[in-house]
């Protein structure tokens, strides 16, 4: 007669299950062999499908037969174990036994990123413990963010400079912040105690006994605590992070070599791009503010330009500002300057590789002559007339410090930090261009995880850009325009557009560039034409997946989208061919199009052929009429986006001439509006002509 078990609501025997078989001898979790195991292997999450299949069903602790009276440690050790899904996604957050997933996810299948599995190309999957140090860092900025507090107030600015690593002093109503050469202060309001009244920004040098005053920056920080909208008399609620990053910048140069040298580097920076843009617009008279902005040889700076500090360095401009070239303002230091500019804002960062500060980087002339003029409007080309550091340890008999006894004395002229330009926006490089600017020195710090193909970075803007919450992807991206028909009546045509690699589906990768490392200024110059080069191209390309500002602003426009947009999708279900599938037919297809039908436009990039030189194929399908009589019931135009922002057109095919004029048109035509959607309709009206 067996014996009963001392505790029968712990288990309780079952006839049919009395003798466990192999797979089952150890039924409770915390008497298993594998109780030396990190207690996460326990969760539900990260069994295998081996153990899923020797475990047809699964029983509780509770119902388990036990030869052995089942101790109430078991049930002790069970609620320490926490076997739970929380208790996993706890133990996911630190160093833990859980085995990640092939797919490159926590145990829990839990990541940051979702990445596309796409044909067209998708980034190798980022390990579990790189994601949870991305988290932690945007928890970090996050609270760095939130810990100001709400609007702007005497404690939000004081604990703002406290986590950018100054000191803080009060004096009644005046807030000293001091650190190695910045000293800053904050004079509040003694009965309205969170209004800002004055700021003043004083900078110590060794050069000078008392510190130099900074109007133009103290400006710009006063704006910055001034509340932007005041509604009856009382100030609305106005965000500190403006003021919080030109703090950071302040810290960030004040903490690197006591300070003063990194603020004269920066200064001397300004002097050099400067003098460079002054002799420019003197010898190149001609050029509109546009024209100049994009062909000077380092672009426009401008120091402590509204809302920000430091050096910025503009070097692009879109189409959108185009019609804005004859209003602009010729000042420097204009505020009000137009949108869309792509800018390199300059500052300084610790350790290697070291710079040798010049005391001028280029000659008192700023430009040299370099040879013969391409252009009839320049009497010559000219290039930056750049000096080395080097000249600068020359004594006054002409011998370097180098070849005498004594060692150089270098402290005052090298310094443990180099130059890094914040790129606003970034700019998508591909690849293998990303990797030759790290040839002579490592500009570029190229991390695996943020390569991405181009086609998923316009699938990434073209989600941004709808109004609903949809982040599908897709193959073909629509677009409608508002045209004019021969009756000079507008109507609207869809076009579908593609993006394919010329390497027979190879996959398109780029790199989002969005700082770049320097110790001298050429090398930033030398670099220049190559995001000219490359934000062109990126316009364009943009131009497949964003709406144009008509098509924004036109009312009429956005309601026919949105019908469209409705009726596309089909009421019934029915296995014919809509017409986003029609659309996916291949470019080489004898098939002829109707007016009723989506136009495809077929795009091919080379990047990898000719480095210097990124390849663009335009395939244009005739409308049925027009196809009539052609060899090729297609338009192509291949072209090419040299650096420095300039098109090449190498041939056009369908139409009835290919001449150097038609090619020229071309060029303006792209050079005016980058929308490659204009151009096709452009195109399409030559055809019909």
């Not at 039924?27 to 207690?39: A, F, V």
């Amino acid at each position: 007669m067996a014996t009963p078990t001392r505790s029968q609501t712990v288990s309780t025997p079952k006839p049919q299950l009395s003798t466990p078989n192999k797979l089952m001898a150890s039924p409770r979790p915390g008497t298993s062999g594998n109780s030396g195991r990190p207690l996460a292997y326990k969760s539900p999450a990260v069994k295998t499908p081996a153990s899923l299949h020797g475990h047809a069903q699964h029983f509780s602790v509770s119902s388990q037969p036990s030869s052995t009276p089942a101790a109430v440690g078991a049930i002790q050790d069970d609620l320490l174990a926490l076997n739970s899904p929380a208790a996993a996604l706890m133990a996911s957050l630190g160093p833990t036994g859980m085995t990640p997933l092939p797919s490159g996810t926590d145990g829990l299948g839990i990541t940051a990123t979702m990445h596309s599995t796409s044909v067209r190309g998708a980034p190798a999957s980022v390990h579990p413990d790189l994601e949870r140090f991305h988290r932690a860092q945007l928890v970090v900025e996050m609270l760095k963010k939130r810990v100001a507090g709400r609007g702007i107030t005497r404690e939000g600015v004081e604990r703002i400079a406290q986590i950018q690593g100054f000191t803080t002093l009060w004096d009644d109503e005046n807030l000293t912040i001091a650190g190695n050469a910045v000293d800053l202060e904050v004079i509040f309001d003694a009965i309205d105690r969170d209004r800002v009244t004055e700021v003043s920004l004083k900078l110590n040098t060794p050069q000078n006994d008392e510190p130099q005053p900074q109007d133009r920056a103290s400006e710009i920080l006063k704006d910055n605590l001034t509340p932007s909208n005041i509604l009856q008399g009382f100030p609305q609620w106005t965000s500190l992070d403006t003021f919080e990053s030109n703090l950071q910048y302040l810290s960030q140069l004040d903490h690197i070599e006591e300070g003063a040298p990194c603020f004269e580097a920066v200064n001397g920076l300004y002097d050099a791009f400067q003098k460079i843009w002054n002799a420019e617009r003197e010898r190149f008279g001609g050029r509109t503010t546009r024209q100049h902005l994009r062909r000077s040889a380092v672009g426009r700076p401008s120091l402590d330009r509204k809302p920000m500090l430091g050096l910025a360095l503009d070097y692009w401009r879109a189409r959108e500002d185009s019609r804005q070239a004859s209003a602009e303002d010729e000042t420097e230091t204009g505020d009000d300057l137009p949108s869309h500019l792509y800018t390199a804002r300059i500052s300084c960062e610790p350790g290697s590789p070291s710079t040798v500060l010049a005391k001028q980087w280029v000659s008192d002339h700023g430009l040299a002559p370099t040879g013969p003029a391409v252009d009839d409007n320049e009497a010559e080309l000219v290039t930056p007339d750049w000096q080395d550091a080097v000249h600068d340890m020359n004594d006054s008999n002409g011998i370097t410090k180098a070849d005498s006894d004594k060692p150089p004395d270098l402290s005052s002229t090298v310094l443990d930090m180099h130059f890094v330009g914040h790129l606003l926006p970034e700019v998508y490089l591909p690849l293998n261009v990303a990797a030759r600017l790290n040839l002579d020195l490592t500009m570029v710090e190229l991390k695996q995880e943020l390569t991405v193909t181009y086609q998923a970075a316009l699938q990434k803007h073209f989600n941004a850009s709808q109004t609903d919450s949809a982040s599908a992807s897709q193959e073909r991206w629509p677009r409608t325009l508002p045209v004019l028909d021969e009756k000079e009546s507008s109507h609207f045509r869809q076009h579908s557009y593609a993006l394919h690699s010329a390497q027979h589906a190879a996959a398109l990768w780029c790199y989002p560039v969005k700082q770049l490392k320097f110790t001298h200024p050429r090398q930033l110059a030398a670099v220049i034409p190559v995001l000219r080069q490359y934000v062109l191209l990126w316009s364009m390309m943009r131009s497949l997946v964003d709406y144009g500002a008509t098509e924004r602003s036109n009312k009429s426009a956005s309601s026919v989208l949105n019908v469209q947009t409705t009726t596309d999708r089909p009421l019934k279900r029915s296995n014919v061919k809509g017409v986003s599938s029609k659309s996916k037919a291949s470019p080489n297809s004898k098939t002829i199009l109707t007016d009723d039908q989506v136009l495809p436009v077929d795009l091919s990039l080379d990047v990898i052929s000719d480095v210097s030189k990124a390849r663009l194929d335009i395939i244009v399908p005739l409308l049925g009429p027009l196809a009539k009589g052609k060899q090729s019931p297609f338009v192509s135009v291949s072209l090419y986006v040299c650096q420095g922002g300039e098109i090449e057109v190498n041939h056009v095919r369908g139409l009835h001439t290919d001449d150097s004029q038609l090619r020229s048109k071309i060029v303006r035509n792209l050079t005016a509006t980058e929308d490659i959607g204009l151009l096709v309709e452009w195109l399409l009206e030559k055809a019909r002509a």
